[in-house]
């Protein structure tokens, strides 16, 4: 549903320890969305496919928005 407006990846932490410390991850799973190498918005937690769809929604159009802002 996503794969034109977003890349999807997952990181073992276990195999990767650094990485909670690096973006100040607390609980699993956490959900970061990055833009440009930046974070952008975090959630963290286990949501429903609904909440899931909202949380991405509301960051792409956000993302959607200050990107025409600029042109």
């Given amino acids: 549903?996503?794969?034109?407006?977003?890349?999807?990846?997952?990181?073992?932490?276990d195999?990767?320890?650094?990485?909670?410390?690096?973006?100040?991850?607390?609980?699993?799973?956490?959900?970061?969305?990055f833009k440009n190498g930046s974070v952008e918005a975090q959630k963290v937690g286990a949501v429903s496919k609904s909440q899931l769809v909202a949380f991405l929604e509301s960051n792409l159009?956000?993302?959607q928005t200050s990107r025409g802002a600029g042109a």
């Avoid at 549903?1 to 932490?13: A, E, G």
């Avoid at 195999?15 to 969305?33: A, E, M, V, Y």
Wanted: zero cysteines.
């Fill in 1 to 13: 549903q996503y794969q034109d407006r977003l890349k999807i990846t997952n990181i073992d932490i």
């Fill in 15 to 33: 195999d990767n320890p650094q990485t909670p410390r690096t973006f100040g991850i607390r609980g699993i799973p956490t959900l970061i969305l």
């Fill in 61 to 63: 159009e956000a993302a």
